[in-house]
C-alpha cells in the first residue's frame, strides 16, 4: 500500500519561508512523480509543481516561479517543496501525491492516485 505522510506547514508572515515534507512509505518514492497540489477555501485545487522519476520537474504553477522549489532526498524517500517570499495568496491546504507521470497540462489530481493527508499553511500578518 502506497503511503505518504506530509509534515511541515503553519502559520508565517508575509515574505517569509516554509519548507513542507512528504515521506512515502511502502514504495520507493523515486519510481513515482510526485505533484504538490494546494487547495484554498471555496476554490478547486491546483497543481504547483512536480518532481519526475528522473529528476525533471514541472511548473504548474506560474503564480510560485521563482519562489517554490521541489526536492527529492533518495536516503530519506521523502520530497520537499520548498516555499520562499511567501504571499497570503499561497495560504491553503497542501497536498502532496505520488503518480506515474506529471501529466500534460497544469497538474491534473485524477492523474495521482496516493496522497497524502495535507498540511495548512497560512501566510498572514
Known amino acids: 500500500q502506497l503511503q505518504l505522510g506530509q509534515a511541515g506547514g503553519g502559520l508565517v508572515q508575509p515574505g517569509g519561508s516554509l519548507r513542507l515534507s512528504c515521506a512515502a512509505s511502502g514504495f520507493e518514492i523515486n519510481l513515482h512523480a510526485i505533484g504538490w497540489f494546494r487547495q484554498a477555501p471555496g476554490k478547486e485545487r491546483e497543481g504547483v509543481l512536480c518532481l519526475l522519476s528522473s529528476g525533471g520537474t514541472t511548473d504548474w504553477s506560474d503564480s510560485v516561479k521563482g519562489r517554490f522549489t521541489i526536492s527529492r532526498d533518495d536516503a530519506k524517500n521523502t520530497v520537499y517543496l520548498q516555499m520562499n517570499s511567501l504571499k497570503p495568496e499561497d495560504t491553503g491546504i497542501y497536498y502532496c501525491?505520488?503518480?506515474w507521470g506529471c501529466g500534460w497540462g497544469k497538474g491534473d489530481p485524477a492523474d495521482f492516485a496516493s496522497w497524502g493527508q495535507g498540511t495548512q499553511v497560512t501566510v498572514s500578518s
Open positions: 501525491a505520488a503518480g
